[in-house]
């Protein structure tokens, strides 16, 4: 089956910790996105990366990291640094300059 | 201002109506138009894709874009329960190249 997994669907962890979201893709996608969705609210672009070792920041950068090194994985850090990462963390994916992207089934953090 | 406006609702109709969703957007340069439903605590699934302005229908869908009023919608025919979602709309083209501007999603309810 083609598509887009993400990992863990919840997670939990406290305050001050680094947390690492995953993301991977079998459909020989070159371009993948990390959105946060929060209640009520559409999807706001974290980070987004058109080719494996590069990637550029979206409108939420702030707290959060990536890394390409593989052309179907693009995991996500949240880090400490990030006021308020208890939200809904969606993965997407496309062919290179193409307009449909394809999302994952999302991981749930929630930090206390 | 937002550069999409999706009404949040809730909009709750009953099953066999048909249903209306709608989005206003404030750049002319947008040019491919997407059309998004998201069922609770999952990724948002692509649902319709049109280009420019016009009509495009799959079955009980049809996407609807004016371009000179800046103003999308999404018909749903003889609406069922299962369609119950919330709906996103995003669009990219102009200066954003292919990354998507969400709407903020309108929930809706279709009662049996």
């Known amino acids: 089956d083609g598509g887009i997994t993400q990992s863990p669907k919840y997670l939990f962890r406290k305050e001050g910790q680094n947390v690492t979201l995953s993301c991977e893709q079998n459909l020989n996608h070159d371009a993948m996105y990390w959105y946060r969705q929060d209640p009520g609210q559409g999807l706001r672009l974290i980070y987004y990366?058109?080719?494996?070792?590069?990637?550029q920041k979206g409108d939420i950068a702030e707290g959060y990291s990536v890394s390409r090194e593989k052309k179907e994985s693009f995991p996500l850090t949240v880090t400490s640094a990030q006021k308020n990462p208890t939200a809904f963390y969606l993965c997407?994916?496309?062919?290179?300059?193409?307009?449909?992207?394809?999302f994952g089934p999302g991981t749930r953090l929630t930090v206390t | 201002q937002k550069e999409v406006e999706q009404d949040p609702g809730p909009l709750s109709v009953p099953e066999g109506a048909i249903v209306s969703l709608n989005c206003t957007y404030s750049?002319?340069?947008?040019?491919?138009f997407m059309w998004y439903r998201q069922y609770s605590r999952k990724g948002p699934e692509l649902l319709m894709y049109?280009?420019?302005?016009g009509n495009k229908e799959d079955g009980r869908f049809t996407a609807q874009v004016d371009k000179s009023s800046k103003y999308i919608s999404l018909f749903i025919r003889d609406s069922q329960p299962s369609d119950s979602a919330t709906y996103l709309c995003a669009m990219s083209g102009g200066n954003a190249g292919n990354m998507l501007t969400f709407g903020g999603g309108t929930r809706l309810m279709v009662k049996p």
């Open positions: 997407a994916s496309s062919l290179a300059g193409g307009e449909e992207q394809y």
């Open positions: 750049n002319s340069a947008f040019q491919y």
């Open positions: 990366s058109q080719i494996v070792n590069d990637f």
């Open positions: 049109t280009y420019s302005s």
